[in-house]
């Protein structure tokens, strides 16, 4: 029982460069979720999905992209990170919007 | 706009003693509410959640939660702590229609052995 998988663990990325965080769940939920915690921020939404090819902006959308082409699958793109995008990204999917989240173990990334 | 409001950023403990972490939200209409817990270097999960009936809500390990409409709170107890239960506890609340979760910033718990 894997519920939500989130690769990679720790990441460090050079100003300007590129990356994917992965993220899959085997719980066949329709809503998915990319939040960023900061220190004494609490949690801010990314992006969400509520099924596969629907995507919509949350709190903090700026210098991400996502797409959700399958139910499984929600990966969270960087196309040219920045110093403020360092942070502990969680991936998360529901069975509705209301229900429980399950989260994956995140992804630790710093941008230097 | 609605929000969620954690009013304790900190909280130190010695271990048996009482917890009770404050958790108010502002939205009139139906809500959703939860608590979640981040263990030390770990994911978050649902420490307990309401969604009607009973007002007093036993969770995982513990806990209990208690929602009053008429204060729009919806604190977290716990009547002797441990050492394992550091960690950051977040409260959200999912109101009416809006699809998404509100999060409050957390509250901090250290418990000295």
């Known amino acids: 029982n894997a519920g939500v998988t989130q690769t990679p663990k720790f990441r460090i990325l050079k100003i300007g460069q590129s990356m994917t965080l992965q993220c899959t769940q085997d719980?066949?939920?329709?809503?998915m979720y990319w939040y960023r915690q900061d220190p004494g921020m609490g949690l801010k939404l990314i992006y969400y999905?509520?099924?596969?090819?629907?995507?919509d902006k949350g709190e903090v959308p700026n210098g991400y992209n996502v797409s959700r082409s399958t139910t499984e699958d929600f990966p969270l793109r960087l196309e040219l990170a920045a110093p403020s995008q360092t942070s502990v990204y969680f991936c998360?999917?529901?069975?509705?919007?209301?229900?429980?989240?399950?989260f994956g173990q995140g992804t630790r990334l710093t941008v230097v | 706009a609605q929000s969620v409001s954690q009013h304790n950023h900190h909280v130190i403990l010695s271990e048996a003693a009482s917890l009770e972490l404050g958790c108010n939200y502002s939205?009139?209409?139906?809500?959703?509410l939860f608590w979640y817990v981040q263990y030390p270097g770990q994911h978050l999960q649902l420490l307990l959640k309401?969604?009607?009936?009973d007002p007093l809500v036993k969770g995982i390990k513990g806990f209990e939660a208690e929602f009053i409409k008429s204060k729009f709170s919806f604190n977290l107890r716990k009547p002797s702590v441990q050492w394992s239960d550091t960690a950051e506890y977040f409260c959200?609340?999912?109101?009416?229609?809006?699809?998404?979760?509100?999060w409050g910033l957390g509250t901090s718990l250290a418990v000295n052995p």
């Open positions: 939205y009139g209409g139906t809500v959703n």
């Open positions: 959200a609340v999912n109101a009416g229609n809006n699809r998404k979760l509100i």
């Open positions: 999905s509520v099924g596969a090819g629907i995507t």
């Open positions: 998360a999917s529901s069975y509705r919007m209301n229900t429980e989240a399950f």
């Open positions: 719980m066949n939920h329709n809503y």
């Open positions: 309401y969604f009607s009936g």
